[in-house]
């Protein structure tokens, strides 16, 4: 039985989920994390290495003789790491479980994501795309369109490049911050608008090899700091699933008219995809379209995903790398998981770091993934906006929440927030 050194890439609560649950491969050797948190450190060995700085990755792999590099997130994604590897005779044989960079675009670019749908025939919103050259053009077109509007900055934001406009003056003010102001630097360059659309949002994960695909535990998100869904997004608040209403029927359209043609359409243009792609999908009426791609998990979504997910994460990437998906069958547990976020006082605006935290001993009955925390003075204490994601079981959704909100008053740093409305749509579930 081959045995394999890996290197994961992040530092959030995602990349905890993941750590947690590589560890429980028999096939998991050594497993270090770039640049990891104080969750991360009880399963593997952190190091003090940028995401990005590909250079000290390839160094690392050689001298600790890795097998499999896991980005966690987007940015190695898009700045082409899986080509970085490809092209360099001595990393070659390493496994890289993500797509190329010319596959990552389908996060990392929002024109190119809508471009390569409506190519494919996928259903996702109406659009326009706009920059400097045709700004003026831009604002006439906005101060025409139904409302809401939907206000996209091309490139990679941090989850903030998406404004949801309810009258036009606000509209034009936000394309106007993208494009004149560079708001978002580089990625909001070019500026896609789309029309809004009206229903409920869910995810769905798949891991592919370019041709064949197995499906993950679906998951919704809660994006907003405030209850009932109100105030700004937020790299998200919590999580749950599954998700109510994906069932088979749902489910069948969101594989035929969704994943398939997806699939399909990066083998028919010559893509190299090894990897997860997440279908950031709405319901609208019965019928999925899709809102966003994005080439990696998601977070908080991996923080259920990956609870619920009974089949071995590392077999599933050692089939993907040997082109044998189609014969991998995954299981699902068939038990709720929902996450609760911890966040610190002002996020998502400006927060303090460096607050103790304490009580973590006393949870039962949860998962603790950290997202935003450091040992320090050999104490825990939050560096980051979100800090903590409790993830607990349950036979439904409700008594799933029950256990992760009776951990959350367990455990104290000063102004903890959290959301005490995750899963808020599906009472009785």
């Known amino acids: 039985m081959k045995s394999y050194n890996i290197l994961l890439l992040g530092s959030g609560g995602r990349e905890n989920a993941i750590a947690w649950k590589l560890r429980q491969s028999k096939k998991c050797k050594e497993l270090y994390i770039a640049p990891g948190n104080a969750g991360t450190a009880e399963y593997g060995t952190n190091l003090p290495m940028a995401v990005t700085d590909f250079e000290s990755i390839r160094s690392f792999c050689l001298e600790n003789h890795i ?59 109406a659009y326009r795309e706009f920059d400097e050259k045709n700004f003026e053009e831009g604002i006439q077109y906005i101060s025409r369109h139904t409302l809401p509007v939907v206000i996209k900055a091309d490139g990679l ?188 006082a002002g996020y998502p605006d400006a927060y303090e770091k460096g607050k103790v935290m304490t009580g973590l001993d006393a949870v039962e009955n949860s998962l603790l993934f950290h997202a935003g925390t450091i040992v320090r003075n050999h104490e825990v204490q939050t560096n980051g906006g979100r800090v ?8 439904g959704l409700q008594e799933a929440l029950a256990r992760s909100y009776e951990n959350a008053a367990r455990i104290q740093f000063e102004g903890k927030y959290f959301r005490t409305d995750i899963g808020w749509e599906f009472p009785g579930q």
């Open 67 to 125: 097998d499999m590099v896991i980005p966690g997130g987007e940015d190695a994604l898009v700045a082409g790491i899986f080509d970085f590897f490809r092209n360099d005779s001595s990393l070659r044989d390493i496994i890289v479980a993500g797509p190329s960079k010319a596959g990552a675009q389908l996060e990392g670019s929002k024109a190119f994501a809508k471009e390569f749908m409506k190519r494919q025939g996928i259903p996702t919103a």
């Open 157 to 344: 934001a941090a989850g903030k490049g998406v404004v949801i406009s309810h009258n036009h003056e606000e509209a034009v003010e936000s394309f106007s911050r993208m494009i004149k102001d560079a708001q978002f630097g580089d990625a909001g360059k070019k500026v896609v608008i789309e029309e809004f659309l009206e229903g409920i949002e869910l995810s769905v994960f798949v891991l592919t090899d370019g041709r064949h695909y197995v499906l993950l535990p679906e998951a919704k998100d809660y994006k907003r700091i405030g209850e009932g869904d109100k105030g700004p997004n937020t790299g998200g608040m919590g999580a749950i699933s599954p998700v109510p209403f994906a069932k088979e029927d749902f489910m069948g359209k969101v594989k035929s008219q969704i994943i398939h043609p997806t699939i399909e359409g990066l083998k028919k243009e010559k893509i190299d995809y090894n990897g997860f792609i997440f279908f950031g999908l709405i319901n609208v009426g019965g019928d999925p379209y899709v809102i966003e791609y994005n080439c990696r998990m998601g977070d908080p979504e991996t923080e259920v995903v990956m609870p619920r997910l009974k089949s071995d994460l590392l077999e599933m990437i050692e089939a993907m790398s040997a082109g044998q998906l189609a014969n991998f069958a995954v299981e699902h547990d068939q038990r709720a998981a929902c996450t609760v976020m911890l966040v610190s």
């Open 388 to 395: 903590l994601a409790i993830t607990s079981y349950g036979s």
